[in-house]
């Protein structure tokens, strides 16, 4: 199934409900804020078929602090330019959005347990605000990030979600934006995938499908295939954190199922 028959589907088994999906984006290139391609185009699509949130947690690959976990608690989040060597355009975009201290304040107490804590300084960084600029052009939803702590080990960022629940009743969209599949150092331009990326991209997929999220934290179970996919984990933790969230009740959605620059996959997952 492709990605616009899935979008078209997703839009109609989304209901109102009681609570609100989760999101896992890959991301990939910042210029898919501004460009027109096929990523972009299915953002701007999922966004349309999304139940209109009443804020946004983000959980971004680009928000890395070691052995803290902090919340974003602005009133209005600034917009990080975290690149360098792209156009002047890309540089110049901007995305207002106001943030939700009191409810971020509140995701600090949710994760007591893991320490966290309150945060003024950092804003939205571009793997959050390169896809909300396609999901909620208007930028008028609120919306605060959740750092990833690299200090912990891949259990942890699968289980951390769990104590964030709840605030899909309380109309969250919690959105996850990293990479499945993220090796830059491998990147070729117009390249075929390499086998490991479609290996490392499979076999995540599959282990989503089947819920059965243990071997996606085995670093040693996982080994040098993980170690290709991932040689740094920053963009692969806010999947796990996503995944960690979903429940029995949950259906999943694949859409941008592809690997991009031959070692960067842009697989993307809604549960709902």
């Known amino acids: 199934m492709n ?8 839009k109609e088994r989304l209901k109102a409900s009681d609570r609100m999906p989760l999101v896992f984006l890959g ?19 999922l966004g349309k078929a999304l139940p209109r949130p009443q804020a946004i947690l983000v959980v ?11 919340v ?12 360098y060597g792209f156009p002047p355009e890309l540089h110049a ?25 309150g945060d003024d300084t950092w804003g939205l960084d571009h793997g959050a605000w390169s896809v909300l600029a396609r999901l909620y052009p208007e930028a008028d939803v609120p919306v605060f990030q959740l750092s990833i ?19 899909r009743r309380k ?13 830059l150092r491998a990147m070729r331009w117009g390249g075929k ?36 996919a991932q040689p740094t984990p920053d963009h692969y933790l806010p999947a796990l954190t996503i995944a960690g969230l979903a429940d029995a009740k949950d259906q999943l959605t694949f859409m941008n199922n592809s690997i991009d620059i031959a070692s960067v996959s842009m697989r993307s997952f809604i549960f709902h």
């Not at 990605?3 to 997703?10: G, I, M, V």
């Not at 670093?219 to 295939?225: A, D, E, T, V």
């Open 3 to 10: 990605t616009a028959q899935a979008l078209a589907q997703l």
């Open 27 to 45: 991301h990939g290139s910042p210029m898919n804020a501004i460009e027109d391609n096929e990523y972009s185009r299915s953002w701007e699509a």
């Open 60 to 70: 971004s690959a680009h928000w890395m602090t070691n052995g803290t976990t902090l």
């Open 72 to 83: 974003d608690v602005s009133n209005v989040p600034r917009t990080i330019h975290d690149f």
């Open 93 to 117: 975009t901007q995305y207002p959005a106001h943030g939700d201290p009191a409810l971020a304040k509140e995701v600090v107490s949710l994760l007591a347990s893991h320490h966290a804590e």
């Open 149 to 167: 702590d690299m200090s912990k080990d891949l259990d942890w960022h699968l289980n951390i979600g769990k104590d964030l629940a709840d605030l």
């Open 171 to 183: 109309g969250v969209l919690i959105l996850g934006s990293g990479n499945v599949v993220h090796n």
């Open 193 to 228: 995938p390499y086998d490991w990326a479609e290996e490392f991209d499979t076999f995540f997929a599959s282990q989503l499908e089947a819920r059965d999220l243990a071997p996606l934290a085995d670093r040693q179970g996982m080994g040098n295939l993980f170690r290709m």
